[in-house]
């Protein structure tokens, strides 16, 4: 097997001799826009990997999404299999006449998977104790973070947007809501807003229609855009294309307490709980004794990382990622705990040297994130080597089969099929790729690839990845067993 894989890099390096010389890659590098730079590093997977191909591995870039593949490691490492997040009901006082006497503590761990039908099912468990009513206030326990819960580097005018929610300790179906927009019938009319009664937010607007084709500046640089204003009251202001169709928005939550607290107050009423008290929010943790009522668990730390893989969730990566620092020194997890905290696991456990990487975040959001292709292939071939222990090679994204490369049309041929494991990474003008081409059973190829500064002028109605798809298809075919 192992002349085998020899002979089969021979024949890459035979085919292109790529090595660091930019005029060998100069025929892929032409299907990419003008001012398009570029970093690529491929190695085979073994205890001395030979490099297939190399250029510009050592120039540091954003890696966006492919941040997430290293706080799979680091989280795996530090956290473990079992680990899981746990939300708990607890109080500082007793059951007395079907009256909670005293305050329920909800002590949060900031689980990205929280929902309200498990905060209503941990209600059920109270009433099933004899609880029909809280004669104490509630108190909500966000100790386990602290500092802000937006990571620096975080682009200001994508903080509404549902991928970008803050990871604060206080999650409920994911501190996002949808928004419906209905062009009106007549050009000039007020769009139709719609939003479900499941999120307790005010949405209002002044959403103006205007002509599909319409040559106006004034319509051509109107954009939709939403303001966030106080206790979660949204605003639509600009313009949307005359349509038959309702079109649909998610947009994150800004303010966690007010969202949380109105959701816990309709789970009460609906579980025939009395409450007449106030919800606050404790950021100290509290010293007094409490008596545990119910807890809630999400699923083990295995699924939690397939579903941040294969579908990017920066959500999960970012709670797990400050949940690493709370866990490993022992103090609320701040983003700077976390990313001291994950270097430090990597070092030591995987004798990776992260230092002067710079980890702002765990999903990769931040755009001051910085980290070198040499670094990143570190991180790959660890997760190769000891891919019977860690298991996360399956939990990639897989070309034409699921999670973000199902439908990359870069690899919608049949001979990419299950053969790509992968994750994406995207930013505006960065497309970035990493992960392994599976050779045969437990055999692979590492490569990275960091694309930056990409901006692609289409021509009709062309996509505006297309360079992206023709480099790709092209390049990657070069690597696949024959």
């Known amino acids: 097997m192992r002349q085998v894989l020899i002979m089969l890099m021979m024949s890459f390096m035979a085919t292109y001799s790529f090595a660091d010389d930019k005029?060998?890659?100069?025929?892929?590098?032409?299907?990419?826009p003008d001012?398009?730079?570029?970093?690529?590093?491929?190695?085979?997977?073994?205890k001395n990997p030979t490099t297939i191909l190399s250029y510009q591995d050592g120039q540091f870039r954003q890696p966006a999404s492919l941040q997430k593949l290293i706080t799979a490691l680091a989280a795996q490492l530090e956290l473990g299999n079992d680990f899981r997040f746990i939300t708990k009901m607890l109080t500082d006082g007793k059951i007395e006449n079907k009256q909670l006497k005293g305050n329920l503590v909800i002590q949060m761990s900031g689980d990205p998977t929280f929902t309200r039908i498990q905060l209503g099912e941990m209600l059920t468990v109270l009433k099933l104790k004899g609880i029909d009513k809280i004669s104490g206030n509630i108190i909500i326990d966000t100790s386990i973070f602290n500092g802000h819960d937006k990571a620096s580097g975080w682009s200001w005018n994508n903080l509404t947007a549902s991928y970008n929610t803050a990871p604060s300790a206080m999650l409920i179906d994911e501190n996002y809501f949808y928004a419906g927009i209905l062009p009106g019938k007549k050009i000039g009319e007020k769009a139709t807003i719609s939003v479900s009664p499941l999120y307790p937010i005010t949405l209002t607007s002044d959403v103006r229609t205007i002509a599909k084709e319409s040559q106006s500046?004034?319509?051509k640089y109107c954009e939709l855009d939403i303001i966030p204003r106080t206790q979660n009251h949204y605003h639509l202001t600009g313009c949307i294309k005359q349509s038959h169709n309702k079109s649909y928005f998610k947009f994150a939550i800004m303010d966690h307490l007010d969202y949380f607290s109105k959701i816990l107050k309709s789970q009460l009423k609906e579980k025939n709980i009395q409450f007449n008290g106030k919800i606050g929010e404790t950021k100290k943790p509290l010293k007094?004794?409490?008596?545990?009522?119910?807890?809630?668990q999400s699923e083990p730390l295995p699924e939690l990382l397939t579903m941040m893989l294969k579908k990017s969730n920066n959500l999960i990566a970012d709670t797990l990622f400050r949940t690493?620092?709370?866990?490993?020194f022992k103090v609320p997890g701040t983003w700077k705990s976390a990313s001291d905290a994950t270097k430090e696991i990597l070092l030591t456990k995987a004798n990776i040297n992260l230092e002067n990487a710079v980890l702002n975040d765990g999903s990769g959001l931040?755009?001051?994130n910085l980290i070198d292709a040499k670094k990143l292939m570190s991180i790959l071939q660890f997760i190769a080597a000891n891919d019977e222990t860690l298991h996360l090679i399956d939990k990639l994204p897989i070309a034409g089969v699921d999670g973000t490369l199902q439908y990359r049309k870069s690899f919608t041929g049949k001979e990419f099929k299950s053969v790509i494991y992968a994750k994406?990474?995207?930013?505006e003008g960065n497309y970035n790729l990493a992960g392994f081409i599976k050779l045969e059973e437990h055999k692979y190829i590492a490569f990275v690839q960091f694309i930056t500064g990409y901006n692609y002028v289409k021509n009709n109605n062309e996509p505006t990845n297309t360079a992206i798809i023709n480099f790709e298809k092209a390049l990657y075919q070069k690597f696949i067993q024959k």
Do not use: M
Not at 23 to 32: G, I
Not at 35 to 46: C, K, M, P, R, W
Not at 324 to 328: F, L, N, Q, S, V
């Open 217 to 219: 500046l004034a319509d």
């Open 288 to 296: 007094k004794a409490l008596t545990p009522l119910t807890i809630n």
């Open 366 to 368: 931040s755009r001051l």
């Open 324 to 328: 690493i620092g709370a866990h490993h």
């Open 35 to 46: 001012g398009t730079d570029i970093s690529i590093l491929v190695q085979s997977v073994e």
């Open 424 to 427: 994406t990474g995207h930013l």
């Open 23 to 32: 005029a060998k890659l100069a025929p892929y590098l032409s299907l990419l």
